[in-house]
C-alpha cells in the first residue's frame, strides 16, 4: 500500500482548507463498520478513521479556502443547494472490507469484482451529483485549474496507509471479514478539508449542507 499523505500521491500545497463536497454516513452505517475499522487499528502501518471522521467524497475542488472569495462560497452553495433540490435521497448498497491502494474501504459495488467498475454504469445518481457538482465548480471557480479525477467508485475509507507497506498481513486479518450496509445519501456537504499527516486523519470545517428534497418521480 501506498503512504496516501506522501506529498507525491495527493499533490496538495496546502494541508488545510481544501474544498471539497462530501456526503457524511449515518450512524447506522457507523455503527456497521465499527468492529471491522477496530481490527484495522491494530495495524500500525493504518491509521483507522473515527466515526465522525467517515465521509464519501463527491467532489474535490482544486481551490482553497484562502484563495477565494467568500462570495464565490456563497455562489458555490447556492448551486449546491439547487443540485440538492433537483435531487431524491438515495441509497447506495456498500460491502468491504476492500483493500485498496492507500486504504481500506467499504465499495459501492457487488461482489467486489476486480477491477472495480465505473460509478456511471452501477449507480446513475452517484454519477449526476459528481457531474452537476463538478460542472458548478468550474462555472464558479473558473476553469484555470484541472479538476481531479473523480472518485472511481462511490466508497467510503475505514484506514489509511501512513507508510508504504506491505499489505499481506492486513489482508490475512480482514480475509474473512464481510460487512454489507448501506450509505444513505441525504445531504450534500461543502467542507474544507484538513489533512494531518501526522494523526493520519482527514479532518473539516463545514462551510454549507444541502438535503437532497426533490420527491422521486
Known amino acids: 500500500m501506498r503512504n496516501i499523505f506522501d506529498p507525491s500521491v495527493l499533490k496538495w500545497p496546502w494541508l488545510r482548507d481544501s474544498l471539497h463536497v462530501y456526503v457524511l454516513p449515518d450512524p447506522q452505517f457507523a455503527t456497521s463498520v465499527q468492529p471491522t475499522i477496530d481490527a484495522i487499528g491494530v495495524f500500525p502501518d493504518c491509521a483507522p478513521v473515527t466515526s465522525r471522521w467517515l465521509h464519501a467524497t463527491v467532489t474535490r475542488i482544486p481551490w482553497w479556502r484562502n484563495e477565494v472569495t467568500p462570495s464565490s462560497l456563497d455562489r458555490y452553495s447556492d448551486a449546491l443547494a439547487a443540485i440538492a ?104 456537504h461543502f467542507l474544507a478539508v484538513h489533512q494531518d499527516p501526522q494523526a493520519g486523519t482527514f479532518t473539516w470545517d463545514p462551510i454549507s449542507s444541502h438535503h437532497l428534497t426533490n420527491p422521486a418521480t
Not at 85 to 101: D, K, Q, W
Not at 113 to 130: E, G, K, R
Not at 154 to 162: K, M, R
Not at 166 to 187: C, F, K, M, N
Open 85 to 188: 433540490s433537483a435531487t431524491p435521497p438515495f441509497e447506495i448498497p456498500m460491502s468491504g472490507p476492500v483493500i485498496h491502494t492507500s486504504s481500506v474501504l467499504m465499495a459501492a459495488t457487488p461482489d467486489h469484482p476486480n477491477p472495480l467498475p465505473d460509478s456511471s454504469t452501477l449507480f446513475p445518481a452517484w454519477q449526476a451529483l459528481v457531474d452537476h457538482t463538478r460542472e458548478a465548480a468550474t462555472h464558479i471557480f473558473g476553469p484555470t485549474r484541472q479538476l481531479p479525477p473523480p472518485p472511481a467508485f462511490p466508497h467510503v475509507s475505514l484506514a489509511y496507509a501512513v507508510t508504504d507497506c506491505d499489505s499481506t498481513p492486513l489482508e490475512r486479518a480482514l480475509e474473512y471479514r464481510s460487512v454489507s450496509t448501506t450509505l444513505t445519501v441525504h445531504t450534500l
